[in-house]
T-cell receptor, first 115, second 111 residues
Framework: DVKVTQSSRYLVKRTGEKVFLECVQD?????MFWYRQDPGLGLRLIYF???????EKGDIPEGYSVSREKKERFSLILESASTNQTSMYLC??????????????FGEGSRLTVL | QKEVEQNSGPLSVPEGAIASLNCTYS??????FFWYRQYSGKSPELIMS????GDKEDGRFTAQLNKASQYVSLLIRDSQPSDSATYLC???????????FGTGTRLTIIP
């Protein structure tokens, strides 16, 4: 079974702190994604990566950065956390399928609260 | 206008009945369409994908796509209490790595 592991299920941080959310997948997938999920707004794409050291902005990249130094690991960084970044963060991975986007495999999510 | 729109619900359906979930999208270039199910407190999981006009059946689930009307639906036959979840519609362009999700419809199956 594909496994996508997010390092922390629950985090509480203070405004201005630097926050790292880690995601590791064990199926050698090329593509990895970070989404945030908020009530009434659904899943929104923050950043994605289709290869090591490659990254692309999603729909809401402001206030976030990412790092992909190894194929299996994709990190989301909040340089200076703010209260409006309180959310559920979901990491996902997907293999290259040569056309149609195929299935996303999600991690269990990291619920971040910024005080 | 939202790119992918769904009625947020909640949609309540008696056990054994057919649940009908609807989704509209704005980008006429969209090529790939997906339905994800998300149980409360859990991550989304893919239940259906559809790429061409018409119906696609998988067990109790049927996805329907009408590109001319920019409309995709999911029918769940013989609804079970275990089908109670939020159903997310997702859309992408051919070759585009990005999936755009709707906000989801919360479905409750009443025993």
């Amino acid at each position: 079974d594909v496994k996508v592991t997010q390092s922390s299920r629950y985090l509480v941080k203070r405004t201005g702190e630097k926050v790292f959310l880690e995601c590791v997948q064990d199926m050698d997938h090329e593509n990895m994604f970070w989404y945030r999920q908020d009530p009434g707004l659904g899943l929104r794409l923050i950043y994605f990566s289709y290869d090591v050291k490659m990254k692309e902005k999603g729909d809401i990249p402001e206030g976030y950065s990412v790092s992909r130094e190894k194929k299996e690991r994709f990190s989301l960084i909040l340089e200076s956390a703010s209260t409006n970044q309180t959310s559920m963060y979901l990491c996902a991975s997907r293999p290259n399928t040569g056309g149609n986007t195929g299935e996303l495999f999600f991690g269990e999510g990291s619920r971040l609260t910024v005080l | 206008q939202k790119e992918v729109e769904q009625n947020s619900g909640p949609l309540s359906v008696p056990e054994g009945a057919i649940a009908s979930l609807n989704c509209t999208y704005s980008d006429r270039g969209s090529q790939s369409f997906f339905w994800y199910r998300q149980y409360s407190g859990k991550s989304p999981e893919l239940i259906m994908s559809i790429y061409s006009n018409g119906d696609k059946e998988d067990g109790r689930f049927t996805a329907q796509l009408n590109k001319a009307s920019q409309y995709v639906s999911l029918l769940i036959r013989d609804s079970q209490p275990s089908d109670s979840a939020t159903y997310l519609c997702a859309v992408s362009n051919f070759g585009n790595e990005k999936l755009t999700f709707g906000t989801g419809t919360r479905l409750t199956i009443i025993p």
